[in-house]
């Protein structure tokens, strides 16, 4: 049996959640789920620079598990690139490392922001 999975640490929450190739209706393309975590790997490799060492570390995993990630989070990309296919960002177990969270609310779309004190707490 395997071991269970560790919450990988995400500072950054995704600001765009989709993409997808101009000029075709999404009705007609496939879909490339790309897990946050996997977003923050890209996020932290490929744009801040980090060894993936340093990245791990930011993440909470090991190096291995990183490397695994961010394999996985290229591979899917590269085909959503490639193929022409919607690349939509979600899921993944994940855990906040920031001062303050935000969350998009799914019937209004509107961003809400909630300090970690307040949550720690029980209120809002």
């Known amino acids: 049996m395997p071991r269970p999975q ?9 600001k765009y959640l989709s993409f997808k190739p101009i000029g075709t209706s999404i009705s007609d393309l496939e879909i490339v789920i790309v897990t946050i975590d996997e977003f ?7 744009l801040e620079n980090f060894y993936h060492e ?19 989070a290229r591979n899917k990309i590269a085909d959503a ?3 022409g296919k919607v690349i939509n960002v ?6 906040f490392n920031t001062a ?8 209004c779309r ?3 922001f909630t300090s970690l004190e307040e949550d720690l707490n029980g209120e809002n």
């Open 81 to 83: 690139l490639l193929h």
């Open 110 to 112: 509107k961003k809400h």
């Open 6 to 14: 560790k919450c990988r640490r995400v500072n950054h929450n995704p």
């Open 54 to 72: 340093e990245a791990a570390e930011k993440m909470n995993v090991s190096r291995q598990t990183f490397g695994n990630i961010i394999k996985s």
């Open 90 to 95: 979600s899921g993944g177990d994940i855990e």
């Open 40 to 46: 923050e790997a890209i996020r932290l490799a490929d």
């Open 100 to 107: 303050t969270k935000d969350f998009c609310c799914k019937s």
